[in-house]
């Protein structure tokens, strides 16, 4: 089969990979229905994220299960499952504590921008839904709960968005966006979109965000504060992982609020002493998109959320290169790809 | 009247200074019943943290109120009074949210070491106690919630301890040790207090540890490791405030888990990438004592705690510089002052 392979800064290639195959008890095969590009490929795609040789991408992923390895239980050939961009054993501790991204048999997944996947720990890692969905825009959210989807949730979630909460929203990518839609299911009161980007306000807006700011660092600090009486917001999600981002959301943040933060960091370094006075809360890390895996789902189904509209641009997987360069000049939000 | 000052570092005198007076109509003056040495005070004794002058010291208090600005209304002359170490309106959307110490109107107080001391916001900052206490164990416990305790009480609030919880308190200075007390107020089941120091070992184990820890660094965190089925503890109090002991502290928390941290920050910096993956909730700051000031001070008169006992050294005021050498030296915990 052929697949995305990373090559260099800037280099994706659509090329021959070997086909994938069980290679323990516990894995299974899918056969893709849909993949995408993340944001978090775009670090070692810029060469900000160093790649020690032709790297295979991709770790959103939903398709039919083709096989199945003997340990195997939970799911079987011809369902639709959608699976954590992180496997998980669902027994361990961590898995018990919810923070299956932190499994202590954790692989993060790759290989994903290609027709065939090999999903390890299938038990623990994969979701079967309860028939196979029947359009594109169906399709399009549900691959959006693999990855993008419960990130941005997690992000709502570990900053502690409640019914009635002010939330600033750092990152208008479009996990940043779906962390707009996740803190309106959540109940918040206000939602402050932080973009600069005509289509993407739009986005988040549509997604429930009450408020755009424009404004960025101290301008876009000094402009929170004054919309939420002085002090910053309950909750912020930092959903970009730079320096600059990183600050701006703790420092939008009130006393006793909570950051949740979800972007890969990136040369970030966090003064003790200024996290100290700030006072607040910070959780974050890499989603444990499992444990809301199911809660996501349904509400798919049940037509409350419609996630997949961060994609505003569809290609075939071959084109997957196209992909990677239009969200690069961030002509594309997201870019989803059919096998 | 004469208090203590700092002239440089291991230089503290006993020297005179101006009569506090009423400066502000919400100010009180209070005669102080006793004070102490803060490990915090320490920073500045060794000259890890500059001072551009004579610099007067203290910011634990107690004692009856002598006078009362002409806004004051919430306590009155002859009442016996304890305050924070943070002065707040109580009326701040910060003060509403419970972060009295991040009040829009704070002021940390300095000039503690003396007979007599103006508080500012005495409203705010100052709890009244029914009367006057009888004897000097109980002046000693309730002298500590003014700072140490409420902020032991704090670094385990911080690091969510609940019932059952597994909790490991780093630091067995006098914040540590009551953290460790807090920790067992909180229900903790298990209070792993990491000392190899005999002496507050034993007061650990006073206060609630279950078990004591004495290796360090790398060897402390596998030791721990060890003790929690190799994920690390539910809850992690830091109470120092140096690079090595935040970073004990994260690292000996179980993904998903809660480091509360109270030592105040000296040259830490911490990695976006290693927090990320540590997965942690991280929350710290100074100690919104006022918050938990009536629910500690009800504790002490109820007998329910004793945490008077971090003092083991008791000295008249006029020796305070031996209070610091005493501390300094690790030859006391913490040192009681009684003017």
């Given amino acids: ?101 932190s499994c202590v048999h954790r692989e993060f997944m790759t290989r994903a921008q290609a027709p065939m996947l090999r999903v390890p720990l299938a038990d623990g890692t994969l979701v079967p839904t309860p028939g196979v969905p029947s359009d594109d825009d169906l399709l399009a959210s549900l691959l959006t709960a693999s990855d993008v989807l419960g990130t941005g949730w997690f992000a709502a979630d570990a900053a502690n968005v409640k019914p009635g909460s002010t939330v600033v929203v750092v990152g208008d990518g479009a996990v940043g966006l779906l962390g707009v839609l996740s803190a309106r299911q959540m109940g918040a009161e206000r939602i402050i979109a932080m973009s600069r980007h005509v289509k993407r306000q739009k986005l988040a807006r549509e997604f429930g965000a009450t408020d755009i700011v424009s404004e960025r660092g101290d301008e876009g600090v000094a402009r929170i504060k004054e919309m939420t009486r002085g002090i910053g917001a309950d909750s912020v999600l930092e959903c970009v992982g730079t320096q600059e981002s990183m600050m701006q959301a703790i420092r939008a943040t009130r006393p006793g609020g909570y950051v949740g933060y979800v972007g890969v960091p990136h040369g970030v370094e966090l003064s003790g002493e ?31 959320i419609d996630p997949g509209k961060v994609f505003d641009l569809t290609l075939p997987l071959d084109q997957v290169a196209e992909g990677y360069r239009a969200m690069d000049e961030r002509r594309a939000i997201k870019a989803f790809l059919r096998p």
């Fill in 1 to 101: 089969m052929k697949g995305a392979v990373l090559c260099g800064p800037r280099d994706v290639r659509f090329e021959d990979q070997p086909d994938p195959r069980i290679e323990q008890a516990t894995d299974a095969i899918i056969r893709m229905s849909a993949t995408c590009v993340c944001g978090s490929d775009l670090w070692p795609y810029r060469g900000v994220q160093p790649i020690t040789g032709p790297t295979p991408m991709g770790h959103e992923y939903c398709g039919i299960v083709e096989e199945v390895g003997s340990a195997v239980r939970s799911v079987k050939p011809g369902q639709f499952v959608i699976g954590s961009f992180a496997t998980s054993d669902s027994t361990c501790p961590n898995c018990k504590y919810g923070y299956q991204s």
């Fill in 274 to 304: 200024q996290l100290f006075f700030a006072h607040v809360h910070l959780h974050g890390g890499p989603a444990p998109v499992r444990r809301y895996l199911p809660e996501l789902i349904d509400l798919v189904l049940n037509g409350k």
